[in-house]
């Protein structure tokens, strides 16, 4: 392989990589943030009252 196929290779194995770990990442991290959102308004709504 030339030095230029090379670098392409490299360059969308590290994006890819990079992908799976944000997916990896964003699908611990919505759920908390959901949990973490109807927590806030639940306190909210009985601080209310």
């Known amino acids: 392989m030339t030095d230029e196929s090379q670098a392409m290779v ?3 194995g590290l994006i890819s ?3 799976v ?3 990896a990442f964003s699908k ?3 759920p908390l943030a959901l949990l973490g959102g ?3 308004m639940a306190w909210r709504a009985l ?3």
Do not use: D
């Open 21 to 23: 770990i944000l997916l």
């Open 47 to 49: 601080k209310k009252t």
């Open 10 to 12: 490299k360059k969308v």
């Open 17 to 19: 990589v990079g992908g």
């Open 38 to 40: 109807g927590g806030y």
């Open 28 to 30: 611990m991290l919505v």
